[in-house]
């Protein structure tokens, strides 16, 4: 199979290849509910490999996607049978790697591309979650890090739930589930989640009813896993029409980056990078997204639903990982592209 970006991005192909998507995802969440089987439990090394891409195969010159300058892209392989579906995505500058997970409750350590070539890998499933009694309720869907003392916070959706593990994944410290989510589609719910460095957190639902036609969006004083941490502030994301966010990310200066996503018949997968300010933060605040860039055929397009960002060296980078849904016909990307010094 032709796996090159000209391939994917010709009209004809995405007539079929669209409602195709669709109708296997479906069917893939319905056979995980009949078969209702314990995720796979191996944990340690695995092969990965990283393949090169451009932005734009019909000009592989292209640098640029909105205000975003390209810094590299790849498609990651691997024969490991657990490794795809990647929902969320965390890096540090002060470590040489990425860690994803997906939405079946594992997690993925992944080497940093360099150019090209085979990569050792590391996988853990989350052997300690919060007691699903179904396969298809391990629907981790999100994450944020404390950066400091290595604590992650995973958003499950079906549950709504937000819960605390110790440094590695290794233990579930806590779990809550806020009353202000319980309207929040089972299956579109917690898909952004992101730690403010002063403690805060923000989640924004993929779906869900709020003003303007925007989505929730919790914003939490401190540990929302915590019983003690008072109720979050209700307010509303507006996210570009015809969007759904997927993922975000803080990035300074009392602002954030949203991920959003978009599937229709005409592009297929494309998604919106849109900057959100949150100097308007209270009760009920509606706050609308300023688009800075879109990834659209004829450039790399796919199920884009992690987002994360590193300052090294003065430069803010920003990664994002798209979910092949397990779909032979979608493929994981990553790309990097390297943020401007002001918006």
Not at 16 to 38: E, Q
Not at 147 to 171: L, N
Request: with cysteine; proline share 8%.
């Amino acid at each position: 199979m032709n796996t090159s970006g000209r391939w994917w991005t010709s009209g004809k192909h995405l007539k079929w290849l669209v409602p195709l998507a669709l109708l296997g995802v479906v069917l893939a969440a319905f056979v995980m509910i009949l078969l209702d089987t314990p995720p796979r439990m191996r944990s340690g090394p695995f092969d990965m490999r990283y393949e090169p891409l451009v932005l734009d195969s019909g000009q592989p010159e292209h640098t640029t996607a909105g205000t975003l300058h390209f810094l590299g892209a790849w498609e990651i392989t691997s024969p490991e049978q657990s490794f795809g579906g990647l929902s969320a995505l965390y890096t540090s500058a002060d470590e040489n790697q990425l860690v994803a997970l997906n939405d079946k409750g594992i997690a993925f350590w992944l080497p940093k591309p360099g150019v090209q070539g085979q990569a050792r890998a590391k996988i853990l499933p989350l052997l300690d979650y919060p007691n699903p009694q179904k396969q298809y309720a391990l629907d981790s869907e999100s994450l944020a890090v404390d950066p400091s003392s290595g604590k992650s916070w995973i958003g499950y959706e079906i549950f709504h739930r937000i819960c605390r593990y110790s440094v590695g994944f290794r233990k579930v410290e806590q779990c809550k589930d806020w009353p202000e989510m319980r309207r929040w589609p089972k299956s579109s719910s917690l898909e952004s989640l992101t730690r403010l460095p002063d403690g805060r957190f923000v989640a924004i639902a993929e779906g869900g009813h709020a003003p303007r036609g925007g989505r929730p969006m919790l914003l939490f004083e401190a540990d929302p896993s915590d019983k003690a941490t008072p109720p979050p502030l209700k307010m509303t994301y507006v996210q570009p029409p015809g969007y759904h966010p997927t993922d975000v990310v803080w990035v300074g200066d009392n602002m954030l980056l949203v991920l959003n996503r978009r599937v229709t018949l005409h592009e297929g997968f494309t998604a919106t990078i849109a900057l959100v300010k949150l100097d308007g933060a209270k009760e009920g605040a509606v706050l609308t997204g300023q688009t800075i860039a879109h990834l659209a055929p004829p450039l790399l397009a796919d199920n884009f639903e992690g987002l994360a960002l590193e300052k090294k060296d003065g430069q803010r980078i920003l990664w994002i990982v798209s979910d092949d849904n397990f779909m032979f016909f979608q493929r994981t990307l990553l790309l990097k592209f390297a943020l401007p010094e002001a918006f």
